[in-house]
Nanobody
Framework: QVQLVESGGGLVQAGGSLRLSCAAS????????MGWFRQAPGKEREFVAA????????YYADSVKGRFTISRDNAKNKVYLQMNSLKPEDTAVYYC??????????????????WGQGTQVTVSS
């Protein structure tokens, strides 16, 4: 069982930056694939970024590529999402997700077994 707690959300002006953190419980965190998803009001939850268990492979949605960076610190049981050059369309609740499989379709919400409660990110124009 893994519990995930996101933090770092808030209100920022367009062009600004935020760093989201996801703290995970459990001794097996270092073997999990981790992902970030977001959900805007009235829209479906969508993939943002994912990182392999070792941190050696990262994946991004086209909409955030070049602006967002996912990373992890297995010693601290944490995964991060550095968000730069934020746009109003990045406004959403951001969720951290985890799955014990090393081979999954990282962009699909159904692939992940564990989810955090979400943190709100609001980007003003």
């Amino acid at each position: 069982q893994v519990q995930l707690v996101e933090s770092g959300g808030g209100l920022v002006q367009a062009g600004g930056s935020l760093r989201l953190s996801c703290a995970a419980s459990g001794r097996t965190f270092s073997s999990y694939t981790m992902g970030w998803f977001r959900q805007a009001p009235g829209k479906e939850r969508e993939f943002v970024a994912a990182i392999s268990w070792s941190g050696g492979r990262t994946y991004y949605a086209d909409s955030v590529k070049g602006r967002f960076t996912i990373s992890r610190d297995n010693a601290k049981n944490k995964v991060y999402l550095q968000m730069n050059s934020l746009k109003p369309e990045d406004t959403a609740v951001y969720y951290c997700a985890a799955d014990p499989s090393r081979y999954l379709d990282y962009a699909l919400t159904d692939e992940y077994d564990y989810w955090g409660q979400g943190t709100q990110v609001t980007v003003s124009s």
